[in-house]
Every structure is written in structure tokens, then in C-alpha cells.
């Protein structure tokens, strides 16, 4: 007499297999996504922030030299800060307030062509002599 075998499932079948690689690679796929995203942000913060100290810099240089030294219109120069070589421009217009000027300094990275930021500030008689207020 012939004897039934019975079979049981022991495993996972072949679609249930692929559903569960599939889930798993878009997982995969968003978090290397957001990893890509957060080291590119820090990189723009890192340049951002490097670009802002080298504008603020050369109007600290500029209101140093004295409203009497300085001359209207544009300069230009290239510093190196952070590892990093940076093009700045500096404009310098009068205001309608006599005897103080307007200060404009747009940063770039110097392999880029695109400005990064602009810094705005002051040079005045009266500004000189105004105190620091952090």
C-alpha cells in the first residue's frame, strides 16, 4: 500500500523573495539619497560661511584704511581662506548722507562664475567714531 507524503512549506516562495529585495533596495536607495543630500548641504554651509568672512574681512580692511583713503567705485582681489581661493569685488558709492559711503563686497568661489554672496556695510566720519556694540 502506498503511503501519502504530505508536503509542508518550510521557506519563502520566489515572489515573496523579490517583494522583500525590492522594499529593501528602495530603502536602500532613499538613505543613500539623504546621506548624498546632507554632505552637499554641509559642503554649501562650509563655502557659505568661508565666503561671508572673506566679504567681511575686506570691509574691515576697508573702513580700517579710513574714509579719507578710500576711493569710489570697484575693486577687485583674490584671498585664499580655508584651503579655498576666493574673488571678491568691492563697491564703493557715495550715499545721500554726506560723508559716509556704501560698502558692497559679492564673494565667489575663484573657479566659479557665479557670485556666492554679497556683504553690505558702512564707512562714515561719524561711523569711526561710533563704539563697538556686539
Known amino acids: 500500500m502506498k503511503q501519502k507524503i504530505k ?5 519563502f516562495t520566489l515572489i515573496e523573495v523579490l517583494v522583500a529585495l525590492i522594499i529593501v533596495s528602495v530603502g536602500a536607495g532613499a538613505a543613500l539619497s ?8 554641509g559642503s554649501h554651509l562650509k563655502n557659505r560661511t568661508f565666503g561671508h568672512w572673506v566679504g567681511v574681512n575686506q570691509l574691515i580692511e576697508t573702513r580700517l584704511l579710513g574714509i579719507e583713503k578710500v576711493k569710489l567705485g570697484r575693486t577687485k582681489g583674490d584671498t585664499n581662506l ?6 571678491w569685488e568691492q563697491d564703493i558709492i557715495s550715499t545721500p548722507v554726506q ?4 560698502l558692497t563686497v559679492s ?21 569711526e567714531r561710533a563704539p563697538f556694540i556686539p
Not at 34 to 41: P, R, V
Request: net charge neutral; aromatic share 10%; proline share 0%.
Open 99 to 102: 560723508g559716509v559711503l556704501k
Open 82 to 87: 580655508g584651503g579655498i581661493y576666493w574673488h
Open 34 to 41: 539623504a546621506l548624498t543630500n546632507a554632505a552637499n548641504t
Open 107 to 127: 564673494v565667489r568661489n575663484a573657479d566659479s562664475k557665479e557670485w556666492l554672496l554679497t556683504v553690505h556695510g558702512a564707512l562714515g566720519q561719524d561711523l
Open 7 to 11: 508536503f509542508t512549506q518550510t521557506g
